[in-house]
C-alpha cells in the first residue's frame, strides 16, 4: 500500500484531520520549525507543518535507499516475506524491492512524506527486526490522548472497547503540565470532568465501530506477524522495566509520528445511561532524547545527519561505537557487544510512564531480582513469579546469576509452581534465553547442549568475501566480528577453525519464486555457560506459566517457544478479540543486528569500495535487519518464524484486570496451577 493510499483509508477512520495550523503559522510565519522550537508541548499540525517543510534533496533520497536496500541483502526473510507461509500468508506479504523501486520513482511533497513511505513499506513486513527508523522524523516528539484504551470482555462473553479504569491517574501523573488542555476541550457540563471518562464504554471512535480503528491500526503498526497481537498494541499495557512497572500508552493513545490532531468518540460513561460526544486534541510532547533547536537550520542540523553510532566503524582505525540503533530497541541498552542480541526495534522508544501506584506489586522482591527482572512470591506461599521485562540489560552476568538466585530463593521459600509474565519483552540476550530455559527445566535432551534453536544466516556474495577477508587475514583476532568462524559451531556442536569460510558452499534454494542461499545449519552457541546450571530442574514444567499480552518477541521469543514445544509449558495470552487466534509470541528471529553492525564488518573487512557495499548513511537513521533465522521445532527444515504459537489459554480482560499484573497472576494460577 503506497502512502497516499494509506493515508486515505487511515482518514476514513478518522486518524487523520487537517486542523488549522497555530496562530503564527496562520500568520505567515517563513520558519514552521522555529514555532515548536524549544517547547514542550505544541500542536501536531505545527510538528507537521515543521516535518513536511522540507523538500525530497535526491542525493539524500537515493542514499537512504541504497543503503536499505544493500542492507537488506543481509536480511534473512526477504524472499520468505514476499509471500510468508500459513498461517500468516494473509499478513506478510511485502516485496520490499518492488516497493523501493515504486518509491526510487514517486515524486513526494515533502521528505516528511518519503519517510512516512519508506518507513509504512518496511513496517508491512510486521518484522520488528527489520525496520526503518529516521530520527529526524520518528519520535522527536511523541503524539498523546490523555485517554488510553483497554477490550473489555462483559459477564455474557460480549467485548467492548472502553477507557481504561485508571485513565486519568495515569494522565494525571504523566501530563500534569498539560492535562488542563484536555480538560478545558471537554464540551458543556463535562468541561474539567476528564476523570469522569475513565471506564466509559467506547461506542465510536470517529463515527466508526471502534474496532474499525483498532484494525485500520493494525495494518500499519508492523512489528508483529499475528493479526491478534497487532490488535493488541491499540490498546494500553504494562511490562517490567528497569526500576518498576512501567505502563504503555498503545497506539491509539500514543503516536511516534504527529498523524493525528483529534479524534471524536461517542462514549458512555460509568453509571450513566445517555451516551456523551466529546473531541479531545492529541498533543505533541518533545521527546527528552531530542536535541534542541530554534529553528528549520537547528532543527535539521542536531537531528537529522549521521551521528556516532549511524554508520559502522573499521576497528583497525577506532574502537567500536554504539550503534544508533540502540535507543530504538525494545530492551535496555548493554554496553556488552561480546554476548549477541535478538531484540525487536520500535520507532517508538521503550515507555518510561509509571504504572500507577494501586497496580504496582506490592510483595517485597526477593533476592535475585535484578533492573528488568523480579522475583515474587505470591500469597498463596507455592506460586512464585518472575516478572520479566526483557531479556537484556546493562551487565550480563548479572542479570545470568540473577535468575538462578532468584529461582532457588522461591524454591527455598516454597514455591513449587511458577509464572513467568513476559509482557511487552522485545527480547534481549540470546544466551540468558537459553540459560533461563536450562535452569528451570534441568539437564535433559532439550536443553543439553542446545535450549535454544539451530540457525541459519544468509549466504550473499558480499557476507561470503566479508569472512573469507576474516579468514584470509586474520582481520579480526579479538573475535568482534560476526562473520568470524570462531564465533560459530556446526550442526554438531564443533567450532569452525579460523581459516574456515562457513559459508561455502551456500545452500541454494528457491523461496517465493526467487532464487536464495544461506549458510549451512548453525549449531548451540551458548554452551558450555559462563556460569554452572543446577544439575537438576528446579520447577517441573507442568507447573510453569508464560504469561504476556503476546507481545512477546526475539529472545522472549525463542525462550516461549522451546519451553512450549520442547517441555509442554503452558502459555497464556491476556486480552485480544476472542474471534481471533492469540499468539503467545512472534518475531522470532535467531539474532537481530542492524545496518551501522554490518558496515563495521564490511569496513573491518576492507570491503567497503565493494560496490555491494551500502554507502555510509547521510541521515540519522537506523536500519534493522533480521541475521538469523531459527530452524523450527516441529518443521526441522522451516524456520520457526513461520510457524503457529497459538496460545493455550486467552485470559479475557475484565475491569479488576486491566493493567493488574498481581489480579492476573493469581487468576493464571487458578485457572492453570491448581
Known sequence: MGLHRFLALFSAFGFISVHAASEELQKGNADPCAVIGGKKWVAPADVRACFSSFKVDPAIKSNILEVVSKTLAFHTSVNYEIRAPEPFSQFVH????????????????????LHVDVSRTLKRLNDGHCVW???????LFLNFLPIPLTLLTEKDGSQNVHIVPEAF??????FADEISVWQDALPGKLKGKLESLSGAKVLSINGRPPFDAVNANALITGSF???????????SSYTRSTTNFSYSMGNFAQQSLPLADSVNLVIQRVNQTKPDVITLPYRSRINPVTVPFNSSATYRANNCVAVDGTNGVDLHASGLAPSAAAKFQQAPASPSKKHLLNVMLDTTPLSDVVLPPGLQPTAPALNGSFPAGTFYLQKDGKTGILALGSFSGADFDVMQSGLLEGLLTLKEIGATQLIVDVTNNGGGFICIAHWLHRIIIGPKSTTVPQAGLDTKARDGPLARQIVQQITDKNLDPDQELLYNPLNWNNANG???PATDNWLLPPVNTQINGHADAFSQRLGQECQPFTATPPDVALFDPSKVVIVSNGRCASSCSLFSITMSKEDGVKTVVVGGKKDVQQEYCGTVGGQSTDYSTIDTEIKTAQLKNSSLAPPDLLVNGVQGITWRLGFAIDAPTQPEEWQDHPADLNLPLTPDLVNNPVAIWETVAAKLLV
Open 225 to 235: 506477524q499475528g493479526l491478534g497481537t497487532r490488535q493488541n498494541a491499540f490498546f
Open 133 to 139: 527508523i529516521n530520527a529526524c522524523y520518528d519520535s
Open 494 to 496: 564443533i567450532q569452525f
Open 169 to 174: 491517574q495515569v494522565a494525571s501523573a504523566e
Open 94 to 113: 511485502e516485496d520490499l524491492f518492488k516497493d523501493i523501486a515504486r518509491i526510487t520513482e514517486t515524486k513526494y511533497p515533502s521528505d516528511y512524506d
